[in-house]
């Protein structure tokens, strides 16, 4: 960033008449982690994407109510009979918060940053991918052109977010510019501090091209002790947080905690499971990862752990959509026919120690789980004894987050448990169970199938909601045979925020900060 702007941008932001964190007009919200950058093309964390929805904005936007696209910076937009070529028509309205217009030129320059292989963009590249080139056409037209259909397609270029030529093209490495710490966008909020391991600070856009927000600002709170947010909530510390099960039950149905805030329950599409890695002995045979999803017994770890706020799912759709098959039932906690099954499939305790074996080969596993996970921890705990009575060792092996991905991408692990997040529309299950992602992607248990492969390269061409719904339960339909995920929970999304703040109104994917308001303004 040049010096001078980089200056200027600094005047613009101190001229907000920002109010401190404790003004009832100001939204301070607890997050779990720091983001790495605030730029759109770079971010790989939640932490980072949720802060740069206030900041930046997407060609094209979901209605909360209908889930149906809308318009955003793109007032409208075409799509070809062969669904090759999409027009996007620009807003001539939209200035980027230093005031310079937003053209077709960000949106050509952002697409272009992302195909360069110099840019620490690949989780974004990956989308993009069958992208043949982008053009503008005008101004404020721009096209992009793929080179094979796919039905994402403009769900996948809606939802670029674009970023500032003029603040990007200077000839500095984008990776580490300065900009990606002060970021400039088109969005509701502009980016006014960020004080590292403390907290982040947005400010109103008073000059937002739509209704500016009636919220003056919004103050993001970092603090990675699970146990601190929820105290500092009730001590008026913050405004909105989301609290665990126990929290809930235990923690806000006293008078005073109800005097002052309200609460809210909804479903996030994902969920929680067990991967059994397919290339180990343990895992190759079918009917031993039958047997494993029949010894758990999910309704008491539902009742347990999560207090009952989830549902019990078998399949990766979400289970509040169309494309999720009801009638695929998940397998019975049912120790006995699991322990008939392990013997068929040749896991016996053929020397008496207690421990069944195989070839030779003792039952015993190394089981990984995110050690900073409270329901990963007491899930590991609660398999591990209903495994050890039918004569399977399961060795606990807490990690780090990111040690933990490391072993995933390195396949060194035998089994674990995590959780996917993913759409409420146009879920592509390629990347997780197509068997060309079996080294590289993200089929770490090594699911090989040529009949879930064909539906699935089927599913990426069909653009008939209906057909493609078939398509999806009948993969629902082979993972429920195969079982190389032991599907477990969508657990609920829990959520309390102080009764000062107005209109807030629960969808089925959540809130909309950027919708409210407060009492009094």
């Known amino acids: 960033m040049k010096r001078e702007f980089f200056l200027i941008f600094l005047l613009f932001v101190a001229s907000c008449d920002f109010k401190v964190a404790k003004d009832p007009f100001v939204l301070v919200e607890h997050m779990n982690a720091e983001p790495g950058v605030l730029n759109p093309i770079l971010s790989t964390d939640a932490y980072g994407a949720e802060i740069q929805s206030y900041i930046y904005e997407t060609l094209i936007d979901l209605d909360n109510e209908t889930l149906k696209f809308k318009p955003l910076l793109a007032e ?13 028509y620009l807003r001539k309205d939209v200035k980027w918060h230093d005031g310079v217009p937003f053209t077709a030129e960000d949106v050509v320059f952002t697409f272009n940053k992302i195909q360069d292989p110099n840019v620490d963009a690949a989780v974004q590249r990956i989308s993009y991918r069958d992208v043949e080139k982008v053009e503008k056409l005008d101004d404020y037209t721009v096209r992009f052109t793929y080179r094979i259909p796919y039905f994402r397609s403009l769900l996948v270029l809606g939802a670029i977010q674009p970023i500032p030529k003029h603040i990007f093209d200077d000839g500095q490495n984008i990776n580490s510019h300065p900009a990606n710490r002060h970021p400039i966008g088109t969005g509701p909020f502009v980016f006014k501090e960020w004080k590292t391991k403390r907290d982040i600070t947005l400010a109103k856009n008073k000059a937002y091209w739509k209704t500016a927000p009636k919220i003056e600002g ?14 500092e909530l ?25 005097e002052q805030f309200n609460k809210a329950e909804y479903f996030l599409p994902g969920y929680s499971y067990i991967g059994w890695n397919m290339k180990r002995k343990f895992f190759e045979d079918k009917r031993v990862r039958r047997a494993l999803s029949m010894i758990i017994n999910k309704e008491k770890i539902l009742e347990k752990i999560l207090f009952g706020h989830g549902v019990i799912v078998e399949g990766g759709q979400y289970f509040f959509g169309n494309d999720y098959d009801h009638k695929i039932r998940p397998y019975p906690y049912d120790p006995v026919k699991a322990s008939q099954l392990l013997e068929e499939a040749g896991w016996i305790d053929h020397d008496g120690d207690g421990i069944r074996d195989k070839d030779g080969v003792p039952f015993k596993f190394d089981f990984l789980y995110a050690a900073g996970s409270n329901f990963a ?6 398999l591990r004894e209903d495994l050890l009575k039918l004569g399977i060792v399961m060795e606990l092996r807490g990690l780090e987050f990111n040690a933990l991905i490391r072993a995933l991408d390195a396949r060194d692990f035998d089994a674990m448990t995590l959780g996917w997040s993913g759409g409420a529309i146009l879920n592509d299950p390629y990347q997780i169970w197509h068997s060309s992602q079996i080294k590289e992607g993200s089929n770490f248990v090594g699911f090989d199938n040529k009949d879930a492969d064909l539906i699935i390269e089927k599913i990426r061409t069909e653009f008939n909601d209906d057909k493609r719904s078939v398509l999806y339960k009948q993969l629902q339909g082979i993972l429920h045979e195969e079982q190389p ?36 303004e």
């Open 76 to 88: 409208s937009w075409e799509e070809s009979s062969d669904h090759l070529q999409y027009i996007f």
């Open 218 to 231: 919004l103050v993001f709170r970092i603090i990675e002790d699970p146990t601190v947010p929820f105290q």
């Open 234 to 258: 009730k001590k008026g510390n913050i405004d909105f947080s989301s609290i665990r099960p126990i929290q809930w039950e235990r923690g806000t149905k006293s008078g005073s905690f109800e």
């Open 377 to 382: 921890g007491m899930l590991a705990s609660m």
């Open 485 to 520: 995920y032991t599907f477990l929970f969508t657990a609920a999304s829990l959520i309390a925020y102080n009764k000062r703040f107005t209109n807030v109104k629960v969808y089925k994917l959540g809130v909309d900060v950027k919708e409210w308001g407060v009492a009094g």
